[in-house]
Nanobody
Framework: QVQLVESGGGSVQAGGSLRLSCAARGYTYATNCMGWFRQAPGKEREGVALAHAAGEYTLYGDSVKGRFTISRDNAKNTVHLQMNSLKPEDTALYYC?????????????????????WGQGTQVTVSS
């Protein structure tokens, strides 16, 4: 079993920055792809940023490109999300995810794999 420990959420004013971190513990073989999805109240969970275990392959949602940066430390099974120029529409519960599938922002594919693991979520609130 994989346990995901998230940290770094909080409240910030628009234009500010936050850094999220996630550490995978336990049976971590199924961490081919690690990253973050988010879910705002009343909205579907959406892909934010993902990083593949091999090489420098990363994937970003259109709404965060140029503002968010994902980084991964395979030796420590950790992933970080640097969020800059935050906007009120970035307010959501951010979920760390690990999955054996190749990185994709498609929630159906990611959530549909039996070895996908989700963290409990960390709240990010951006005020205007």
């Amino acid at each position: 079993q994989v346990q995901l420990v998230e940290s770094g959420g909080g409240s910030v004013q628009a234009g500010g920055s936050l850094r999220l971190s996630c550490a995978a513990r336990g049976y971590t073989y199924a961490t081919n792809c690690m990253g973050w999805f988010r879910q705002a109240p009343g909205k579907e969970r959406e892909g934010v940023a993902l990083a593949h275990a091999a090489g420098e392959y990363t994937l970003y949602g259109d709404s965060v490109k140029g503002r968010f940066t994902i980084s991964r430390d395979n030796a420590k099974n950790t992933v970080h999300l640097q969020m800059n120029s935050l906007k009120p529409e970035d307010t959501a519960l951010y979920y760390c995810v690990t999955t054996p599938v190749f990185c994709t922002l498609n929630l159906t594919i990611v959530a549909g794999h039996p070895m996908t693991h989700w963290g409990q979520g960390t709240q990010v609130t951006v005020s205007s």
